[in-house]
């Protein structure tokens, strides 16, 4: 049995990030979804919020579990006894943000295996989400029905 984690901040869970997990379980026997603080992010919602709806967006994936890692990912790895971490790569960026966390968990003990996006996600991502949301354009297509109502009311919340 082959088990990998998918890890991210998922600020919020995308179709790009569900596109991922679903080739991903494609592939491997179990997949992990997992829920991280990324310090260098102050997120829009709380990390419980985030793994709840991954966990909704991701429901009808067999072989799928989201959780919540609660320290560093490696040794989250490790307890879990997973074989490798999985990441999406939508281009060149994303691979230049990616390799120095792949080379650094890597040294901690779990390698990491590269998914291409599907191009037709590519133009999404978590931020731009957030973005197209706080200036009220349309994200329902971008994201789970559920991500887009959760990440609405946490912009009216934040503008009120
Ligand atoms: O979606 P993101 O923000 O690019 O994901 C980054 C994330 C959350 C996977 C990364 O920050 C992480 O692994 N956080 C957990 C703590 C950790 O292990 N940090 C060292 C990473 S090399």
Known sequence: MVMVVYPGSFDPFT???LDVVRRAAALF???????ASNLAK???LPLEARAELAGIAVRDVPGVRVEVVPGLLAEFCRLRGADAVVKGLRGGGDYAAELPMALMNRHLGV???????DPVFSHISSSMVKEV?????????LVPEAVA???RAAVADRAG
Do not use: K, N
Request: hydrophobic share 45%.
């Open 133 to 141: 949301a706080r200036y009220g354009g349309p994200i329902d297509d």
């Open 111 to 117: 390698e990491t295996v590269f998914i291409t996006a």
């Open 29 to 35: 026997d179990v997949v992990v979804v997992g829920v």
């Open 15 to 17: 179709l790009g990030h």
């Open 149 to 151: 109502r959760r990440v």
């Open 42 to 44: 102050s997120p829009l």
